[in-house]
């Protein structure tokens, strides 16, 4: 409390305590590999590269965009395809963020995940149903995309992603 | 005659400004410029908000990073205002409460509109470049070629990107 009070001088008030948790958090970066490519350092492989690119054409870099490539919007899980008739059995995990505002235009409509570290952060979507990158990959492709992706294409997207692992000690 | 008119108009005039003059004591004016001061901050951020739904709406911005921005910024404000400009004059406990109401609904909307403009901007890219793949298929006449047969919009290097 004392080392609180040296910094906020009125002591322990909820928005500081909410201030300090922030600041913390936004030290807790992880640049990638992605972010040195970003900032001109051309190590990237070819195949990285062109992961990049078809990353971009395909158009999954409509929702998986920005600082955190994705993390700072809400998408319906379905555009072009139901994957919840699909999937069959529904939850209430399944709800989205109907869950929360009961608003029937939020039905199955979840926030874009961050692509950052994606590689470390299997199982993946909110039922972790996709057990690896590929099968992450093949189900945003059939119900975000309305396309199949050829296996080539899918390896080089998973190079891609690969890139956006943090790295320890990197600035 | 004349003199008793200017008295009761003079008279009329003076209670007027006093009435005045007791109305500006009920304010204080520290409160009223702390108040002035949040809707200041508020319209600032609207603004700016505004001007980045428009930027994303024709392609300016190329990522909805600064549309989330100013939605954490408003909040900021009117959670740290709490409370400040119902302490000014009750009746405004009211508008404080329809401001966060309206805040809250700017904030579905953009929601809503950055969610379907991602799919609008994916769907118009996308189509001349489908309808190309379709007119060329028909050209051809259903023949395959395997160098020709992959679609444009996966050869194509010169696709927007919005990364």
């Known amino acids: 409390v004392a080392q609180f009070r040296a910094v906020y001088p009125d002591g322990l008030q909820p928005r500081h305590i909410q201030e300090s948790i922030a600041t913390f958090e936004r030290s807790l970066i992880t640049p990638s590999r992605f972010d040195r490519y970003l900032r001109g350092d051309s190590t990237r492989s070819t195949r990285e590269k062109q992961g990049y690119q078809l990353f971009k054409n395909y158009g999954c870099v409509a929702c998986h965009q920005g600082m955190g490539v994705g993390g700072n919007m809400y998408q319906t899980f379905g555009v072009l395809g139901n994957y919840f008739k699909d999937k069959g059995k529904i939850t209430d995990a399944d709800l989205g963020r109907y869950a929360v505002t009961k608003n029937e235009a939020d039905r199955h409509v979840f926030k874009v995940p961050s692509l950052r570290n994606v590689e470390l952060t299997a199982p993946y979507f909110h039922d972790g149903s996709a057990k690896t990158l590929d099968e992450a990959i093949d189900v945003m492709f059939r119900y975000q995309l309305g396309r199949t992706a050829p296996a080539a294409d899918k390896a080089l997207i998973v190079k891609f992603l690969k890139t956006l692992t943090g790295e320890k000690g990197m600035q | ?163």
């Open chain 2, 1 to 163: 005659m004349k003199t008793l008119l200017r008295v009761v108009v003079f008279a009329a005039l003076a209670a007027g400004l006093w009435l005045l003059y007791r109305e500006t004591l009920g304010v204080d004016p520290a409160q009223r410029e702390q108040v002035a001061s949040i809707l200041n901050d508020l319209r600032q951020i609207d603004a700016q908000w505004d001007v980045h739904v428009l930027r994303s709406k024709t392609g300016l911005d190329k990522n909805y990073d600064p549309l989330t921005r100013p939605q954490v910024a408003a909040l900021q404000v009117l959670e740290s205002s709490g409370g400040k400009l119902a302490a000014v004059d009750y009746r405004l406990s009211d508008s404080e409460a329809k401001l966060k109401e309206a805040l809250l609904a700017k904030i579905d909307l953009v929601d809503r509109f950055k969610a379907q403009n991602a799919i609008l901007r994916n769907s118009l890219r996308f189509v001349p470049l489908a309808a190309e793949d379709l007119k060329t298929k028909a050209r051809r006449g259903g023949r395959r070629h395997a160098g020709e047969d992959a679609p444009r919009w996966r050869r194509s290097s010169k696709v927007s990107t919005r990364c």
